[in-house]
Protein backbone atom coordinates (compact mmCIF):
# COMPACT_ATOMS: atom_id res chain seq x y z
CA UNK A 1 0.00 0.00 0.00
CA UNK A 2 1.47 3.47 -0.92
CA UNK A 3 0.07 7.03 -0.16
CA UNK A 4 3.07 8.97 0.11
CA UNK A 5 4.54 12.30 -0.84
CA UNK A 6 6.92 11.60 -2.98
CA UNK A 7 5.23 8.81 -4.54
CA UNK A 8 2.54 11.78 -5.94
CA UNK A 9 6.07 13.07 -7.52
CA UNK A 10 6.65 9.61 -9.35
CA UNK A 11 2.63 10.04 -10.19
CA UNK A 12 3.16 12.93 -11.94
CA UNK A 13 5.63 11.71 -13.93
CA UNK A 14 4.08 8.08 -14.65
CA UNK A 15 0.72 9.77 -15.68
CA UNK A 16 -0.80 8.83 -12.68
CA UNK A 17 -4.28 10.83 -12.48
CA UNK A 18 -4.65 10.89 -9.00
CA UNK A 19 -1.35 11.88 -7.96
CA UNK A 20 -2.00 15.82 -6.80
CA UNK A 21 -5.15 14.63 -5.47
CA UNK A 22 -4.45 15.35 -1.43
CA UNK A 23 -7.98 15.58 -0.35
CA UNK A 24 -8.00 11.97 -1.72
CA UNK A 25 -4.62 10.66 -0.98
CA UNK A 26 -5.75 11.86 2.77
CA UNK A 27 -8.74 10.11 2.96
CA UNK A 28 -8.39 6.55 5.24
CA UNK A 29 -11.20 5.08 3.34
CA UNK A 30 -9.01 5.69 0.07
CA UNK A 31 -6.10 2.78 -0.50
CA UNK A 32 -3.90 2.67 -3.08
CA UNK A 33 -1.76 -0.28 -4.24
CA UNK A 34 1.44 -0.70 -6.20
CA UNK A 35 1.92 -3.36 -8.31
CA UNK A 36 5.08 -5.25 -9.24
CA UNK A 37 6.02 -7.48 -12.30
CA UNK A 38 9.19 -9.18 -12.23
CA UNK A 39 10.41 -6.76 -10.16
CA UNK A 40 9.55 -3.39 -11.58
CA UNK A 41 6.71 -1.15 -11.42
CA UNK A 42 3.65 -2.57 -13.35
CA UNK A 43 1.10 0.02 -11.82
CA UNK A 44 -1.36 1.04 -8.69
CA UNK A 45 -4.84 0.19 -8.47
CA UNK A 46 -7.24 1.92 -6.48
CA UNK A 47 -9.86 1.17 -4.03
CA UNK A 48 -11.87 2.66 -1.24
CA UNK A 49 -13.42 1.11 1.15
CA UNK A 50 -17.32 1.75 1.48
CA UNK A 51 -19.61 1.27 4.81
CA UNK A 52 -23.02 -0.34 3.94
CA UNK A 53 -26.10 0.78 5.72
CA UNK A 54 -25.61 -2.70 7.57
CA UNK A 55 -22.14 -1.87 9.39
CA UNK A 56 -20.50 -3.87 6.92
CA UNK A 57 -17.92 -2.55 4.82
CA UNK A 58 -17.17 -3.21 1.24
CA UNK A 59 -14.07 -2.88 -0.81
CA UNK A 60 -14.18 -1.21 -4.43
CA UNK A 61 -11.57 -1.48 -7.04
CA UNK A 62 -12.07 1.46 -8.46
CA UNK A 63 -8.98 1.26 -11.64
CA UNK A 64 -7.21 -1.21 -12.02
CA UNK A 65 -4.70 0.86 -13.64
CA UNK A 66 -1.11 -0.69 -15.23
CA UNK A 67 2.05 1.11 -16.28
CA UNK A 68 2.40 2.41 -19.71
CA UNK A 69 5.84 0.40 -19.83
CA UNK A 70 4.05 -2.74 -18.50
CA UNK A 71 1.54 -2.73 -21.15
CA UNK A 72 4.56 -2.19 -23.52
CA UNK A 73 6.55 -5.28 -22.52
CA UNK A 74 3.43 -7.53 -22.17
CA UNK A 75 0.22 -7.78 -24.96
CA UNK A 76 -3.13 -7.69 -23.66
CA UNK A 77 -3.28 -11.56 -24.45
CA UNK A 78 -0.47 -12.24 -22.67
CA UNK A 79 -2.25 -10.71 -19.74
CA UNK A 80 -5.29 -11.76 -20.03
CA UNK A 81 -4.30 -15.88 -20.24
CA UNK A 82 -2.23 -14.96 -17.32
CA UNK A 83 -5.06 -14.09 -14.95
CA UNK A 84 -7.28 -17.03 -16.64
CA UNK A 85 -4.42 -19.95 -15.68
Not at 25 to 39: I, V
Request: charged share 25%; with cysteine; glycine share 8%.
Amino acid sequence: MVKRAWQSVYGATADICIYNDTRLLDKETFLLLALKSEGQFAGYVNMHILARDDGKKVLLLAGINPSDQYLARHSGREIFEYNNQ
